[in-house]
């Protein structure tokens, strides 16, 4: 356990260091610091597990150094050791992370106790992490399914005492979710830990932070024995904690090796918080019948967004791309995967279209459950932001070619794909001749007019056919 005395009188700091004998308790006596400054710069280079400190010294304070040691070495302590017996110092050192505040008229005795005790609570936080990341990896290698030798096990049993893995046991593992204070990540991390102290006293179960959320088992007989219940239950934190939670419910788990396709089921229940944003709990068996939405665009949606894509309006974009995604979130058999194959439907017709842009990117190319969740939340601004960047995209490329004749030209024939149209009449309504439009129109396509109009003709007899065959 390494000591370290910082001072700017010499005397005071030489004589904390050498007239009590400290090696003889088991502590390593670092050299002394005549400064916050030095002893700053020497925090990470030595780490030292406890600084006794002086408030008052030349340039920086004992509380700035406090700081930065809570900053740098959170599990280190920092005694103060001061001249000034007034309540506004203890006061500023409690907010500091002082751990205990003595004078310098303290006997030594009474500094040795000090000392000791900073000594002890290090000790007892270490053992305290260590049964806690040994109780974690015993949780998570039950969720994951993993075969515990007998050891393991007893361990587990040990651990995890309100699961009673010593006995015939049913389970349901709830994947928890919380937000509703800032977005900033530190700020959320520190609501997932508040979230977990209230669940470990409020609920008979166990849980753990895990993927940026929190699982918890519990016992069907152990105290929530039904969505209902627990739903009370939360709301109770939500009350206490001012915040929103929501969660997702896995299928039942029979004993302990129903642990792990309970977990993924949960998981997979709680995917669906944006497309249910009103369920503060969502069941397993309330979403495991859904077969999945509608994967690709239809020929009328392919027209439309062309359309408006040819008219560039960035507002009439916006509207139709939050309508065809609310349309896909209120249809009760979408799934999150099925709502993601669908926006990247969306794009990739617009990357078809914008043939100029020269964009390439795919909308949320992952489908972890990161991509899945954030899709069924926001897919719909997602959507939006994809498609205006490649409308910037075909802007910009525009501005150096003939695309825009081509554009308007290509909005004409899906607009008119229908009727008898030929580029006589598409011409016209770009206002160029016949043999210019012809030629920049294979210039900018790579085929005749003909050629395109007849493929582009059988591709919607095609994609018409195949939504009566869904149907």
């Known amino acids: 356990m390494k000591l370290f ?5 010499i005397i005071i700091r030489t004589g904390l260091s050498t007239v009590i004998p400290w090696a003889d308790s088991g502590y390593e006596v670092l050299e002394p610091a005549a400064s916050a400054e030095e002893a700053i710069a020497r925090l990470e280079v030595e780490k030292p597990n406890i600084i006794v400190t002086d408030i008052q010294m030349t340039g920086l304070t004992g509380f700035d150094l406090a700081s930065e040691v809570r900053r740098l070495l959170p599990e280190s302590e920092v005694i103060i050791l001061s001249g000034y017996d007034q309540f506004k110092y203890a006061q500023k050192a409690i907010r500091a992370g002082v751990s205990d505040y003595l004078l310098k008229t303290s006997r030594p005795d009474e500094i040795v106790k000090a000392v000791a005790g900073a000594r002890q609570r290090i000790i007892m936080r270490g053992e305290s992490l260590k049964r806690n990341h040994l109780r974690d990896e015993a949780m998570e290698g039950l969720l994951r399914g993993k075969e515990l030798d007998d050891s393991t096990l007893m361990q587990a049993k040990v651990l995890l005492p309100k699961l009673m893995l010593h006995e015939p046991n049913g389970y349901l593992v709830i994947k928890i979710g919380a937000s509703g204070w800032e977005e900033d990540s530190g700020i959320q991390k520190l609501l997932l830990f508040a979230v977990h102290n209230v669940i470990s006293e409020l609920i008979e179960g166990e849980a753990i932070i895990w993927d940026r959320t929190i699982v918890l088992i519990v016992r069907l007989n152990g105290g929530i024995s039904s969505p209902i219940q627990l739903e009370y239950e939360l709301a109770k934190i939500e009350l206490k904690l001012k915040c929103k939670i929501y969660a997702g419910v896995g299928e039942f788990a029979d004993g302990q090796k129903g642990l792990q396709k309970a977990y993924e089921t949960a998981a997979y229940s709680y995917l669906f918080r ?18 999945g939405g509608k994967i690709e665009c239809s020929q009328t ?3 439309e967004l062309a359309l408006i894509l040819a008219q560039r309006d960035e507002t009439l974009l916006r509207k139709w791309a939050q309508e065809v995604y609310s349309q896909q979130r ?11 194959t669908y926006l990247r439907s969306v794009n990739m017709t617009a990357m078809d279209f914008i043939k100029g842009s020269g964009s390439e990117i795919d909308f949320l190319p992952n489908s972890d459950s990161t991509t899945l969740e954030m899709v069924a939340i926001n897919g719909g601004e997602l959507l939006i932001e994809r498609l205006l960047e490649l409308l910037k995209d075909e802007q910009v490329s525009s501005e150096q070619s003939n695309i825009p004749h081509i554009n308007r030209a290509i909005s004409y024939i899906h607009e008119h794909l229908s009727e008898s149209i030929t580029l006589e009449d598409v011409a016209d309504y770009v206002q160029l001749t016949n043999s210019h439009f012809g030629e920049v129109f294979h210039r900018e396509t790579g085929q005749e007019f003909k050629e395109y109009l007849s493929k582009l003709r059988m591709e919607r007899l095609k994609n018409i056919e195949h939504e009566r065959g869904k149907s």
């Open 5 to 9: 005395f910082v001072d700017d009188e």
């Open 274 to 291: 944006g497309l249910l944003p009103h369920q503060k709990i969502i069941t397993h068996d309330a979403i495991y019948r859904r077969k």
């Open 301 to 303: 949606e392919r027209d």
């Open 330 to 340: 209120s249809n009760k058999d979408t799934t999150p995967q099925s709502l993601l």
